[in-house]
Each structure stands twice: as structure tokens, then as C-alpha cells.
């Protein structure tokens, strides 16, 4: 049973809507999809770059103290 409006058949035209709206749902999902996985992914990169910086730092902190070291040396070296 359909209706012809301005030219067009509604029954159509209710086909077509719920067509679309099915393929929106759709989209939705998977970009919903893809923004957990990038998220997860976001956090992994986070988690190794907060890594890399703290065993940059450590090893910076150990510089520092061997340098300490090696002034203090040189002092009483030089005081001796």
C-alpha cells in the first residue's frame, strides 16, 4: 500500500530512511570500535614512553652521582 507523494513512493522513501539509518548504526559501531582500540593503543604508548623516561632519568641521577664522586676525588686529590 503505498502512497504516492510529490512523486515519490512513501514506501520507498521508509525503505530507503531505515536503509540509512541502518548503515549509520553501523558506522557508529565501528568507529566506536576503532576509538577503543586507538585508546588502548594510546595508553600502551603512554605506559613505554613513561618507562623510557624513567630509566633515562635513573640513569641521569647515576651520572650526577658519579660526577659528584669524581669531583669530590679531584678535590682531595688536589688538597693532598
Known amino acids: 500500500m503505498c502512497g504516492a507523494v510529490g512523486g515519490l513512493c512513501v514506501c520507498a522513501q521508509a525503505e ?4 540509512r539509518e541502518t ?11 576503532t576509538q577503543a582500540q586507538n585508546d588502548v593503543q ?6 613505554k614512553q613513561q618507562e623510557a623516561v624513567n630509566q633515562l632519568t ?5 651520572m ?4 659528584q664522586r669524581s669531583q ?4 682531595w686529590l688536589t688538597v693532598t
Request: net charge positive.
Open 42 to 47: 594510546l595508553a600502551t604508548y603512554r605506559k
Open 16 to 19: 530507503v530512511t531505515k536503509r
Open 64 to 67: 650526577h652521582a658519579a660526577k
Open 23 to 33: 548503515e549509520i548504526a553501523k558506522l557508529q559501531r565501528e568507529l566506536d570500535e
Open 72 to 75: 669530590l676525588s679531584v678535590h
Open 58 to 62: 635513573e640513569q641521569i641521577d647515576k
